[in-house]
């Protein structure tokens, strides 16, 4: 599967605009979204006040302080990271780093969550009689990103 990646600022565009158009063309209210960006988070953080979800959770991999070649928009990803920490209801990483960066923000830890890549699915325990389970993953489709492993979970 093929997905638009260069120009990088166009593809976070691009990826908004599809969470957008997702949660608002659905019926449904989401209890949780999970946004793995600032972008998205940002998104997602207008959608909560809208009606169109409950929480919000920021899961950063860290702060690429030299995401982009353009001063200006680095400095607009990095306020935007500061806004999406702050605000979200949780924040979760992958680099257990990020939780002194995220305190440093003014974020009390009862909202801070290490979400290390490497649990091993069959040690979360199941509950076998709920089969109304749904996913939605918006985000790149790849081995690199453990897409594979969605339907496992």
Not at 9 to 25: E, G
Not at 40 to 61: D, E, M, P, Q, T
Request: charged share 15%.
């Amino acid at each position: 599967m093929h997905s638009l990646h260069n120009p990088a600022v166009l593809a976070y565009i691009v990826q908004s605009l599809q969470l957008i158009w997702l949660v608002l063309a659905s019926p449904h209210t989401y209890n949780m979204v999970i946004a793995e960006d600032s972008s998205l988070a940002f998104i997602c953080l207008l959608l909560r006040l809208l009606g169109n979800c409950k929480r919000v959770v920021f899961y950063s991999h860290g702060i690429d302080k030299k995401r982009f070649s353009n001063t200006f928009l680095n400095f607009l990803y990095q306020s935007l990271d500061k806004v999406c920490a702050t605000q979200s209801d949780y924040n979760w990483f992958l680099n257990n780093n990020m939780r002194d960066v995220r305190k440093n923000l003014g974020i009390e830890e009862t909202r801070l969550f290490w979400i290390p890549a490497s649990i091993p699915i069959h040690s979360i325990p199941r509950n076998p009689n709920v089969y109304n389970h749904k996913l939605v993953f918006l985000g790149v489709l790849s081995r690199k990103n453990g897409a594979h492993l969605l339907p496992e979970i």
